[in-house]
């Protein structure tokens, strides 16, 4: 058998039981894990001294800062229970702009001076941390030689405990900021945004006559999908390792033309591993819900409850790592790149999101009560509004070098943001733009002739697939991010240009009953004009036809096709007045995330075209150049000279991309210019390589070509 092959029946072999999990009867009591490695509300109430647990409760209900003396109390009963669980170290957990996590692990223990070590962790050790900030992306806000940064407990999302077969670590989720105070993370403005959210939409619900609500949540459940393939062809492919997708590959003959993957029953080997991925995640309280097989072969998804979205954004970078880990322990590697696979689909992430108060009620779904579906209306016109203004800035929100190879093509939404409300929703809003909707005829929905909302299908047939924000009965699903991606940017974006169009409507409306209307009159005309807005931005068809966008350009909309097109949306007038008035990212904060990815954007495809340049040069050119020595001992010219020339246009490719990615020829001042260089002729430059190699794969001999192929990656499970 030839080499790959001979590997191909290896990789197919793997040990049920990876972390040995066995069977758990999960009807016996004490095999109730969910949240078992969780510093949670329930474990606080038990080892806090009474009046420290009612504080820290109040003071995290109410969104206040943390009073310092309540630190000590909870380090040391942290500390306590850590120990209990085995934790020897301890770590601040932070997200860096990078959108990965970091952590830095310290000792609980100390040494006595009488030869032994004394376990210690006070308040102040809990409470912050000084990390050298130096290595992390800042964007110019601290310079290096002030290398100090700082994190700073979020008591808010609780620490948990990562179990490793070795040892286990209590991890504290923490905020990072410069020692000026400036975010150098994707968590400070997140939980900025939300109190701006919950500011606003507490004024627009004493409008509407709310007077038991403390607070308004926004909450995110994200939908998650990813690739799992066997880990020998991860190791054989220095493309995924360097880049996380292939850079070489000729589509195989099956694709996912037969439809037969989708909701397909999922492979033992698959359900073994996304069963103990599950059970750990159960332990560390993240509430995963559903998982099924998804549209490319080899290619899964997995969904959570909704949470608050802190809490929801750190459970998903939690998440995203656990199903890594697993993946490991039963020989499979997870992918979680935007496009592994070129034309075949990628992943990415829907990001349910809604607004909620703190005694549940979802300010999203409409009700039984006229007066509820006013309520609705107004918020979700709210939404309307602050996507149609901040398209540019959601776009942006999402981009990075991944997603451009997904956005735009027939899989993901395109780079157009539209908003799908639905049949029954758009007529209601139709109807309140003709004036029609407080008259009684029957189609109106609005008013005295029909006093409810018809009923809003919140599953089944009025789904739209293809739009990138869509209403979905009671919650918004923007579907557009990529499957690795961090959620707190594109939350943080959501929550305060929602804040801002909330703010708006509000203010109008309190004109309107100032001058002694009633709600419903005072509303109508606001929803109206509004609705006749920034209508443009609604649209129920095809996101993937033609037609729509040429008719989106008609209507206005942006179509940012690149990273490069959209970032310059994070610096524009309107996102800074508005991250500035609240007070959510400032100017400065602004510039540095703009200057950090739009570096990470070029840096990473000048990281994948030497990635490509190597891989042509030093494993297909020699392979093709050897079949080529081949065919000519065997006396065969005609394969010869097609293959002669195939390996010509590869080197006369290879050179040109070589060129093109060397530094002296992009060096450019300006880091958006040299981001556009990337996009514009290193892409390019590229794809040419590929373009002749993939032609190549199916013409050199198979025990020769070297990297493994598309046919065994996606479909050997
Ligand atoms: P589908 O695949 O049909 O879109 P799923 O059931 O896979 O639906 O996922 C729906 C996601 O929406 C889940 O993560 C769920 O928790 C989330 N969700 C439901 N209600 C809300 C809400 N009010 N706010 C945020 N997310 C929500
Ligand atoms: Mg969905």
Redesign the pocket.
């Given at each position: 058998m030839p080499r790959i092959r001979q590997q191909n029946v290896l990789a197919a072999q793997w040990t049920p039981n990876g972390g040995a999990i066995g069977t758990a009867d999960l009807t016996s009591a004490d095999n109730q894990i969910f949240g078992e490695n969780v510093f949670s509300p329930v474990v606080q109430r038990q080892r806090l001294p009474k009046d420290v647990y009612q504080r820290l409760s109040q003071t995290l209900a109410k969104g206040e800062a943390l009073d310092t003396s309540l630190a000590d109390a909870v380090a040391l009963a942290m500390k306590e229970w850590a120990l209990e669980k085995g934790a020897t170290h301890y770590t601040h957990m932070f997200q860096p702009l990078t959108g990965l996590t970091a952590e830095k692990h310290d000792s609980f223990f100390s040494p006595t001076g009488e030869g032994t070590a004394l376990a210690s962790f006070s308040g102040k050790e809990l409470i912050q941390g000084e990390p050298d900030a130096s290595s992390f992306p800042t964007g110019g806000i601290r310079a290096t030689f002030e290398a100090r940064g700082y994190t700073a407990w979020d008591p808010t999302s609780p620490a948990f405990i990562l179990e490793n077969p070795n040892g286990a670590l209590l991890c504290i989720p923490t905020a990072f900021a410069s020692w000026t105070g400036e975010a150098l993370d994707h968590k400070i403005p997140l939980l900025r945004s939300m109190d701006a959210l919950s500011k606003s939409a507490m004024r627009a619900l004493q409008l509407f006559g709310n007077t038991s609500a403390k607070r308004v949540f926004t909450?995110?459940?994200?939908?998650q999908e990813y690739f799992l393939i066997d880990q020998q062809y991860y190791f054989e492919r220095p493309d995924l390792i360097t880049c996380g997708r292939t850079l070489f590959g000729a589509k195989p003959a099956k694709g996912h033309e037969l439809d037969d993957h989708y909701f397909g029953s999922i492979p033992e080997r698959i359900l073994a591993c996304m069963l103990e991925t599950e059970r750990e995640l159960a332990k560390l309280g993240i509430p995963i819900?559903?998982r099924h097989n998804e549209v490319a072969p080899n290619q899964y998804?997995v969904?959570?409850?909704?949470e608050n979205s802190n809490v929801g954004s750190d459970h998903q970078q939690l998440t995203m790592q656990i199903m890594q880990n697993i993946a490991r322990r039963y020989g499979l590697v997870c992918l979680l790149h935007e496009k592994p696979f070129a034309g075949v689909n990628g992943s990415g992430k829907?990001n349910?999101?809604?607004m909620?108060t703190d005694d549940g009620e979802?300010l999203?779904e409409p009700g039984d009560t006229p007066h509820d579906n006013l309520q609705f209306l107004f918020f979700c016109t709210a939404v309307m509004q602050a996507v149609n203004k901040h398209q540019g800035l959601l776009r942006a929100s999402i981009a990075s070098p991944g997603q451009d190879h997904r956005l735009g093509a027939n899989e993901a939404p395109p780079a157009i943001i539209s908003v799908f409300l639905g049949a029954e929703l758009e007529k209601v809003f139709g109807a309140i733009e003709r004036g029609e909707a407080g008259e009684s005829t029957p189609e109106s929905f609005l008013g005295l002739g029909t006093p409810v909302l018809p009923p809003l299908p919140m599953?089944g047939g009025d789904?739209n697939r293809t739009s990138p924000f869509a209403f979905?009965g009671?919650?918004f699903?923007f579907r557009a991010l990529g499957s690795s991606m961090s959620l707190s940017l594109p939350n943080t974006v959501l929550n305060t240009i929602v804040a801002e169009a909330i703010d708006y409507l509000s203010e109008e409306l309190e004109d309107a009953l100032g001058t002694g209307k009633e709600l419903e009159e005072a509303l109508r005309p606001i929803l109206q004009r509004s609705y006749a807005a920034n209508k443009r931005v609604v649209f129920g068809g095809d996101n993937y036809a033609e037609e729509w966008h040429a008719e989106a350009e008609r209507r206005g909309l942006l179509n940012l096709r690149s990273t490069p097109d959209a970032l310059p949306y994070l610096i524009s007038d309107e996102t800074v007045s508005l991250f500035s008035n609240y007070a959510v990212l400032s100017e400065r904060e602004l510039h540095a995330r703009y200057d950090v990815f739009a570096e990470q954007y070029a840096t990473k495809v000048n990281i994948e075209a030497e990635t490509a340049a190597t891989i042509a040069r030093t494993m297909l050119v020699p392979a093709a150049a050897r079949y080529l020595g081949e065919l000519l001992a065997a006396q065969l010219p005609e394969l010869a000279s097609e293959t002669k020339e195939l390996i010509d246009q590869l080197v006369d490719a290879l050179r040109a991309l070589e060129s093109a990615n060397l530094a002296e020829n992009h060096e450019h001042e300006n880091i958006l210019a040299e981001a556009k260089y990337m996009h514009d002729v290193v892409l390019p430059a590229m794809a040419a390589v590929r373009e002749v190699a993939d032609k190549l794969e199916k013409v050199v001999a198979d025990d020769l070509w070297p990297l493994p192929k598309y046919s065994e990656m996606l479909f050997i499970k």
């Open positions: 909450t995110v459940g994200p939908e819900k559903t998804e969904a959570p409850i909704f829907h349910n999101w809604s909620g979802n999203l599953h789904r979905t009671n919650k699903e």
